[in-house]
Nanobody, 117 residues
């Protein structure tokens, strides 16, 4: 099982980034996994940012990103995305994607997002 995040980088406040998480090697079809994005800032815990159900019919967001971030998925490409707009310095963190199916939980290696002028 492999989850590979990409799309991170350095961006100025107010800018945008689009993260991708490509999945492979799952025992069950990708469409059967709920997906989420987490982030971990330096010296802080890993926090849930956004969540999307198997077919994309339902999403949830942390209050801190509501209205700025959008999670989506393309089940034909086994990929989940996080569109991040109006970025703030406090969004600086390593962003991880997570796949969940029952007791099965898989994490990617993370991608760094730095928001700074």
């Amino acid at each position: 099982v492999q989850l590979v995040e990409s799309g991170g980088g350095l961006v100025q406040p107010g800018g945008s980034l689009r993260l991708s998480c490509a999945a492979s090697g799952f025992t069950f079809p990708f469409i059967s996994y709920d997906m989420s994005w987490y982030r971990q800032a330096p010296e802080k815990g890993r926090d849930l940012v956004a969540f999307i159900t198997t077919t994309g019919g339902s999403t949830n967001y942390a209050d801190s990103v509501l209205g700025r971030f959008t999670i989506s998925r393309d089940n034909a490409k086994n990929t989940v995305y996080l569109q991040m707009n109006s970025l703030k310095p406090e969004d600086t963190a390593v962003y991880y994607c997570k796949a969940m199916r029952g007791w099965r939980n898989y994490w990617g290696q993370g991608t760094q997002v730095t928001v700074s002028s």
